[in-house]
């Protein structure tokens, strides 16, 4: 089996640059603020790593983990392991040393390869194993792991459907990690998205902020620009500062972040008076967290242009729905239609389909879904049937086949018997002026759940809770609004910005304890 990109048949992820190679070799395809690479000389940094990998003992079916930020020798890493039909286990190298041992352990990795000259997490973790330091043409400096002997490699094939390009992990900061094993096959689907839905060109400069250890970051950002010509600038870590030089100095066309890197791009832009509706962007996109209607509205004000939305999962490598670019834009929140070729529905608690409109559990299918849970062949078996994936979000689709994401099924808070969905009251909150972002969770009272909100204010900001309370309750049904409303100066997030909900709840169980522990009885 071969998948079609733009035509052309391909079987694994490091052939979307060859067209280009051939077409464009001097074309610029990546860069980030210390290196750069044309077409022509990624080709030659992924064949030279490649060659390396093999001396360092990489095997076809091998792991190999790479403890990183976002740079060009991610990408040129990526490629390298794809030639030799090993797995890209790519990870944030800002995690703890525990997290990066889970994984190395988990996914019984060859080698751990780290990069040191954007993160010095990354220097931190060699340094602690003892990795040696090495210096590979066109691709930089890197530390390499200890060879781990006793690995087993999986075993290889030749259809791009059934071998793993890439394994991404969805948790593993408490309980057992999970391992989303990404084929070939549904990495170059989602190239082809991004050529066909997002209408990425080489006359395209994306701005890559989106970390590569994360599914949009590594399949849509990284590949998606390449397989399409385009090029794409990296950068580490996101700053609003270093966004706006993007967009108003260096050209960028293409930038899709997650809504807090649009909240604080407009906080940003206020503080210091910049203009950034002088861009050059054509195509601005929010992904990996909720959108409020009045976040899209503000910025899209502010930058004269349209947010649009989409929705996925590191499961469906990750796009499910997005909204299409210049045929319809929405004024609303809906993360737009399926992208063609992926079907979906939505599934009431007895397992049948809902009514158009109605809340149901979201389910997908098509050639986005992963290959599965590495290890773990009961979990696999739970999310996946008869070719259908369990997403465990709820959603609606309108009358116009635009899907509605309302939240995380286990995220429902069920309050006297009445549904609340966290991002209802998110959204009410989100439009208090000063407001950042805010996270909505449920707390258990008594047979009960009660709604408890923590909110993050603009710097300097000072929020009115009281205030805020009556704000909310202008809008919102009684049963929906928050018992308690808590300020605080930033909420836990993820390095790619989204809002980590299960520390707040961790959290807030620690705040439930002290006020017990302080007033007693009360």
Same mark, same amino acid.
């Given at each position: 089996?071969?998948?079609?990109?733009?035509?052309?048949?391909?079987?694994?992820?490091?052939?979307?640059?060859?067209?280009?190679?051939?077409?464009?070799?001097?074309?610029?395809?990546?860069?980030?603020?210390?290196?750069?690479?044309?077409?022509?000389?990624?080709?030659?940094?992924?064949?030279?790593?490649?060659?390396?990998?093999?001396?360092?003992?990489?095997?076809?079916?091998?792991?190999?983990?790479?403890?990183?930020?976002?740079?060009?020798?991610?990408?040129?890493?990526?490629?390298?392991?794809?030639?030799?039909?090993?797995?890209?286990?790519?990870?944030?190298?800002?995690?703890?040393?525990?997290?990066?041992?889970?994984?190395?352990?988990?996914?019984?990795?060859?080698?751990?390869?780290?990069?040191?000259?954007?993160?010095?997490?990354?220097?931190?973790?060699?340094?602690?194993?003892?990795?040696?330091?090495?210096?590979?043409?066109?691709?930089?400096?890197?530390?390499?792991?200890?060879?781990?002997?006793?690995?087993?490699?999986?075993?290889?094939?030749?259809?791009?459907?059934?071998?793993?390009?890439?394994?991404?992990?969805?948790?593993?900061?408490?309980?057992?990690?999970?391992?989303?094993?990404?084929?070939?096959?549904?990495?170059?689907?989602?190239?082809?998205?991004?050529?066909?839905?997002?209408?990425?060109?080489?006359?395209?400069?994306?701005?890559?902020?989106?970390?590569?250890?994360?599914?949009?970051?590594?399949?849509? $950002? @990284?590949?998606?620009?390449? !397989?399409? /010509? #385009?090029? *794409?600038?990296? &950068?580490?870590?996101?700053?609003? +500062? %270093?966004?706006?030089?993007?967009?108003?100095?260096?050209?960028?066309?293409?930038?899709?972040?997650?809504?807090?890197?649009?909240?604080?791009?407009?906080?940003?832009?206020?503080?210091?008076?910049?203009?950034?509706?002088?861009? $050059? @962007?054509?195509?601005?996109? !929010?992904? /990996? #967290?909720? *959108?409020?209607? &009045?976040?899209?509205?503000?910025? +899209? %004000?502010?930058?004269?242009?349209?947010?649009?939305?989409?929705?996925?999962?590191?499961?469906?490598?990750?796009?499910?729905?997005?909204?299409?670019?210049?045929?319809?834009?929405?004024?609303?929140?809906?993360?737009?239609?399926?992208?063609?070729?992926?079907?979906?529905?939505?599934?009431?608690?007895?397992?049948?389909?809902?009514?158009?409109?109605?809340?149901?559990?979201?389910?997908?299918?098509?050639?986005?879904?992963?290959?599965?849970?590495?290890?773990?062949?009961?979990?696999?078996?739970?999310?996946?049937?008869?070719?259908?994936?369990?997403?465990?979000?709820?959603?609606?689709?309108?009358?116009?086949?635009?899907?509605?994401?309302?939240?995380?099924?286990?995220?429902?808070?069920?309050?006297?018997?009445?549904?609340?969905?966290?991002?209802?009251?998110?959204?009410?909150?989100?439009?208090?002026?000063?407001?950042?972002?805010?996270?909505?969770?449920?707390?258990?009272?008594?047979?009960?759940?009660?709604?408890?909100?923590?909110?993050?204010?603009?710097?300097?900001?000072?929020?009115?809770?009281?205030?805020?309370?009556?704000?909310?309750?202008?809008?919102?049904?009684?049963?929906?609004?928050?018992?308690?409303?808590?300020?605080?100066?930033?909420?836990?997030?993820?390095?790619?910005?989204?809002?980590?909900?299960?520390?707040?709840?961790?959290?807030?169980?620690?705040?439930?304890?002290?006020?017990?522990?302080?007033?007693?009885?009360?």
């Amino acid at each position: 089996m071969t998948v079609l990109l733009n035509g052309r048949p391909l079987r694994r992820i490091h052939n979307v640059i060859d067209p280009w190679v051939s077409a464009s070799p001097d074309a610029p395809a990546l860069l980030d603020r210390t290196a750069s690479l044309t077409y022509r000389q990624l080709h030659e940094a992924v064949e030279g790593a490649a060659q390396r990998l093999g001396e360092l003992g990489v095997r076809p079916g091998d792991r190999v983990l790479v403890v990183c930020e976002n740079c060009v020798a991610v990408g040129v890493l990526l490629l390298a392991l794809s030639r030799l039909d090993a797995w890209a286990v790519v990870v944030n190298a800002r995690l703890s040393p525990r997290e990066i041992d889970t994984f190395a352990e988990h996914s019984g990795a060859r080698r751990v390869i780290y990069t040191p000259d954007v993160s010095l997490e990354a220097g931190a973790h060699a340094r602690r194993v003892g990795a040696k330091e090495e210096f590979w043409p066109l691709t930089g400096r890197l530390n390499i792991g200890p060879l781990n002997g006793p690995a087993v490699a999986e075993q290889t094939h030749t259809d791009p459907a059934e071998q793993v390009a890439v394994m991404i992990y969805t948790s593993g900061t408490s309980g057992s990690p999970k391992g989303v094993m990404l084929t070939h096959s549904n990495l170059l689907f989602i190239s082809e998205v991004a050529r066909s839905v997002r209408l990425l060109s080489p006359q395209d400069t994306v701005y890559g902020v989106l970390p590569m250890a994360h599914v949009v970051g590594l399949s849509s $950002q @990284l590949l998606g620009a390449l !397989a399409c /010509g #385009s090029k *794409l600038f990296i &950068e580490s870590r996101y700053s609003a +500062e %270093a966004l706006a030089d993007a967009i108003l100095k260096r050209g960028a066309t293409v930038f899709v972040g997650v809504p807090a890197m649009f909240s604080k791009l407009l906080e940003w832009s206020r503080a210091n008076g910049v203009d950034i509706s002088r861009h $050059q @962007l054509r195509s601005v996109g !929010a992904a /990996g #967290s909720p *959108l409020t209607p &009045e976040l899209k509205a503000q910025i +899209e %004000a502010a930058m004269q242009t349209t947010l649009q939305n989409s929705y996925g999962l590191t499961e469906t490598s990750p796009t499910i729905c997005q909204t299409l670019l210049l045929s319809a834009p929405r004024n609303d929140c809906s993360v737009g239609p399926p992208v063609p070729g992926v079907e979906v529905r939505m599934m009431g608690s007895d397992g049948r389909d809902v009514a158009r409109g109605e809340v149901g559990e979201l389910w997908v299918r098509g050639p986005n879904v992963m290959k599965g849970y590495y290890r773990a062949s009961d979990l696999t078996a739970e999310s996946i049937q008869d070719g259908w994936f369990n997403t465990r979000d709820l959603a609606r689709q309108g009358e116009d086949g635009g899907v509605f994401i309302m939240g995380r099924t286990r995220e429902l808070i069920i309050r006297s018997g009445f549904n609340v969905f966290p991002v209802e009251v998110e959204q009410a909150i989100n439009s208090y002026p000063g407001v950042v972002q805010s996270a909505v969770i449920g707390r258990p009272a008594e047979g009960n759940e009660q709604v408890i909100a923590y909110v993050e204010p603009e710097a300097n900001v000072y929020v009115d809770t009281d205030d805020l309370d009556r704000w909310v309750r202008q809008q919102l049904a009684p049963y929906k609004v928050p018992a308690e409303i808590h300020v605080i100066e930033k909420l836990p997030a993820a390095p790619t910005g989204k809002v980590l909900k299960g520390n707040l709840r961790e959290l807030d169980v620690l705040r439930s304890a002290e006020r017990r522990a302080t007033h007693p009885g009360g």
